[in-house]
């Protein structure tokens, strides 16, 4: 065993992955103390399998990862790999494939440690008897360090006797040993125990006698039991089966009772698609509605502004009937003025008539002054109380008359500015119903997008169901795959296990013939029972037992007319051309009757194995020998590799068909997203027209109802000031007719003054009296 290169990474103070090359020759590391040198021959020491800690100067096996310093953290793992040059083929058999081997040891903190050895995951002990098979160890004396020598010599018989075995070669057979022995004992024990154990069972075998009699009782018991079971679980399912009648009968019901509920359903959408259908008519009835309440709503307010307003002329005329109350008033107080004057006057009157009654004879000549006194005074009163109550009444007519004038003209500057505000209001109606924008394009843009939104519910649900189309072939693609690979696995498997069965057998010095024989399927029997052992022989010329080529001479006899020699069957090495020449294949019931045919040295073979030498020696077929098995398991072999590229090819194509699938689903997916996607935009962009379809709507609706409020506020305005108009012009035209000064009133001031005059005469004529 020659070792050519050492990798440490994060073992103890080689941090970084460090190779090792040993070349030819002598190969010496060389440093002052500390650098590391002993730390390479603990690695060589650790790979080969050491397990205490303690001889690798460790506090336990995790201190041999890396534990950090100042510049560099700690390591959670550490691995050392040997390469070990195998090209003279001296390592053990189960390893011995490869020219190099390439040992490896990896721990993990608190985790342990794994073994490789080319890659493949062995045990400890493996590793250790692969290195004791070749004189060498973790512990051996082939490893000399520190203090060995003096170990050597003071060692004890036993250690002394380990140095010569591994300077024999032989402690792989001594650990080996020393395994079989420990199952030896191991064995010895477990002896005992099934010694032990079967004195138990000897004393439990009364308590058994008794449990069977017991337990023939129970099966006895247990027959009546299962008897009443029967017969009450057979009463049992007669209830049950009334209760499925009962059941059905109820199902049945319940079909029916759910026809009923189906058909009232479907009534019930049948009117509800009839009240949908009705819903339009409804919805303009509505409009309709709303516009009257609309009209109404500014009719009632026109209502309420012309009650603001009577109310108010209801106010002017309180006062004006209080202004008149006091009027009268006043009239009352001058009429009761007038009363008091006048009697008053009749008072003097009366006196004056009996002073002139007294004095006749004095006033003889005043008594005509005094009559025309007193007539001009009665004509001058008379014509000044007529005077007063025409006064009075042009007066009233005239206030009234201007009260009317003023009313009316106040009543056409609330029209004029009701109309200027109806026709302002009308401008800004129509400037918005303008921007409202036209309701048979919203319409048809709704309608469009529900056409749209049509389009992408049917193709999302298309995608859908395409994406289902894809997901049930990926399933049904994948169920074939899994059965293919499985199939290849297994025929992996199997093809690995005959390759090590028969290669395993093989892996000599010299390889056997055998390994260069291939034979038609169904002759392996045949061949294992005609050439035996000698199969395993190699053609290698320094073997000592070997297979030369020698030459078919005139000499050699020819096998007997009629049998088909078992070289037609079998590709060989020419070694064996001579030997497969000599030997025949016949029928097993023909095989006795020929056999006094046969030359020297020739035999014949059945199919079965069954064999007859020229001699006079015959074999029956028995079990296959090893060289049979070997044959078979290699034409096995082949048939498992040529199935074994048909399932791979077969395996292929399934995966290739699976990720189609794979992809078609993947496009179905993302198809039916994008589709989802458009339906959903669609679906917020017909909603969105259908609302400013209805907003639209709606606005037009009540845009049209307070056009018509307007329009009929408007008409009523208009017939209310003409009206107002012509009040105002018949008031004007009846203040134009009476006169811009009252002449009653110089007549009245006439009349005091007469009334006055005659009262002086009156006076005067008294006195003169």
Known sequence: ????????????????????????????????????????????????????????????????????????????????????????????????????????????????????????????????????????????????????IGEIIQAKPEQRRRVLEDAAGVAGLHARRHEAELRLKAAETNLTRVEDVIAQLAGQIDGLKKQARQAIRYREVAAKVRKAEALLFHLRWIEAQAGVSETTHIHDLAVREMAERTREQAEAARIQAVRASELPALREAEARAAAGLQRLTNAREMLDREEARAQERVAELDRRLTQFSADITREQQQTADADAALLRLDTEDAELKEEIKSRVEKRSGVDERVSEAETTLTAAERLFGELTTALADLTAKRNQLEGNVRTHRDRLARLDQDLANVERDEQKHAQETSALGDLAALASVMEAGQQHLAASESAAQTSEAGHAAARAKLEASRAPLNEADKRVQRLETEARTISKLVNGETKNLWPPIIDGVTVAKGFEKAIGAALGDDLDAPVDPSAPMRWTHAEATEGDPALPEGIEALAAHVQAPVELKRRLAQIGVVARERGAELVSQLKTGQRLVSLEGDVWRWDGFVAAAHAPTGAARRLAERARLVDIENDLEQARIDAAAKRQTLET????????????????????????????????????????????????????????????????QGAHESANAALAELPPSLPTETKLAEVKTGIDGCRRIAAQVRAEA
């Open 1 to 148: 065993m020659k070792l050519t290169r050492l990798r440490l990474h994060g073992f103890k103070s080689f941090v970084e992955p460090t190779d090792f090359v040993i070349e030819p020759g002598l190969t010496g590391v060389v440093g002052p103390n500390g650098c590391g040198k002993s730390n390479l021959v603990e690695a060589l020491r650790w790979a080969m399998g050491e397990t205490s800690h303690k001889s690798l100067r460790a506090a336990d096996m995790d201190a041999v990862i890396f534990a950090g310093s100042g510049n560099r953290p700690a390591r959670n793992h550490a691995e050392v790999v040997m390469t070990i040059d195998n090209t003279e083929r001296t390592a053990p058999a189960a390893v011995n494939d490869s020219q190099s081997l390439e040992i490896s040891r990896r721990i993990e903190r608190e985790a342990g440690s794994v073994y490789r050895i080319n890659g493949r995951d062995v045990r400890a002990r493996d590793v250790q008897l692969l290195f004791a098979d070749a004189a060498t160890g973790a512990r051996s004396p082939a490893l000399v360090h520190q203090g060995k």
């Open 661 to 724: 699938a794979e992809a078609e689903l993947k496009a179905a997916a993302a198809a039916e997203s994008s589709a989802r996607e458009a339906w959903r935009t669609a679906q917020r962009e017909t909603d969105a027209a259908r609302e400013r379809h209805a907003a639209t709507e709606r606005e037009i609706n009540r845009h049209a109802a307070r056009k018509s409020a307007l329009t009929e506020a408007r008409t009523r305005l208009a017939a209310d000031r003409s009206e107002a």
